[in-house]
């Protein structure tokens, strides 16, 4: 691939996505795409270019992101942030909540890949409500790739995904099952899937839902997006986060240099 194509395939992910491939992505970008080639039939990537930025090409543009996009991740992934989930976070929440006598409690698991992330929060969340506060408690979970969310709705996972889930929460949480070839895997019980709703979302466009939103977990997403990128989705986000919520950004992450009204409280997360 010439250093102009990598360009051109750059400004078009930019465009769609916001995602910043630098000049250091140009292999990767090229082993991705050549699984589309395969697939399309398409012989060149001058060619495949072409044909994602004709008319009616939206199925494929949606196809080619996917493909570029990262994915890996497991349960509790980062535990930090859970540990403040259980030791601050859902305490304070459910005092203020069950004063006021209104539960309802709504996440955002923004980049949720697979759904470890938002199948996570569920379990650490039910397992603080009792029976009758559940009943207004939704996760919203959404990924731009079609791909991983087909994943996540199925809720199972290999042994190595679930390593991190404390044993209370998988013994209630995840039933042990067997494959057909023999290999042991793991599954989301109902009660867990039935809390989580997985929604296709490219950052970049406006966003289809209403908020105020408990808390918002956007983490390993702004480190694919340069400043201008990162200012826009953070300026977003606090507005659909409720006064008093917190955003969950990664550990990598951070919102130094960047304008918004949020409160530092420690490294990686905020409050509104």
Not at 75 to 96: D, G, N
Not at 112 to 128: F, I, Q, V
Not at 205 to 229: A, L, Q, S, W
Request: charged fraction near 25%; aromatic fraction near 12%.
């Amino acid at each position: 691939m010439s250093a102009q194509l990598f360009r051109q395939f750059s400004q078009l992910v930019y465009q769609q996505c916001g995602i910043n491939l630098h000049e250091g992505k140009r292999e990767l970008l090229q082993a991705r795409l050549n699984k589309r080639l395969r697939a399309t039939g398409i012989p060149t990537y001058q060619e495949y270019y072409h044909y994602i930025t004709s008319p009616n090409s939206e199925a494929e543009i949606v196809q080619f992101l996917d493909c570029i996009s990262t994915n890996l991740t497991y349960f509790f992934r980062e535990p930090k942030h859970f540990e403040f989930l259980e030791q601050v976070a859902i305490p304070e929440m459910l005092v203020a909540k069950r004063e006021r006598k209104g539960m309802r409690i709504r996440i955002w698991s923004a980049g949720c890949s697979t759904g470890e992330e938002p199948y996570s929060l569920a379990m650490c969340l039910l397992s603080h409500l009792g029976e009758g506060e559940q009943r207004d408690f939704r996760i919203l979970a959404t990924d731009i790739s079609t791909r991983v969310l087909e994943i996540a709705r199925r809720g199972a996972y290999t042994k190595e995904r679930i390593d991190k889930v404390p044993p209370g929460l998988r013994q209630k949480y995840l039933q042990r099952r067997n494959g057909s070839d023999g290999e042991a895997y793991y599954e989301v019980v109902p009660l867990i899937r039935q809390v989580v709703a997985f929604r296709r979302l490219n950052l970049k466009e406006p966003y289809p839902f209403h908020g105020p939103f408990d808390y918002i977990f956007c983490r390993n997403v702004m480190i694919y997006f340069d400043k201008p990128t990162q200012q826009d989705l953070i300026q977003k986000m606090a507005a659909y986060l409720a006064v008093g919520g917190y955003l969950f950004v990664g550990h990598s992450e951070s919102l130094t240099g960047l304008q918004h009204p949020l409160h530092y409280v420690r490294p990686s997360v905020y409050r509104k």
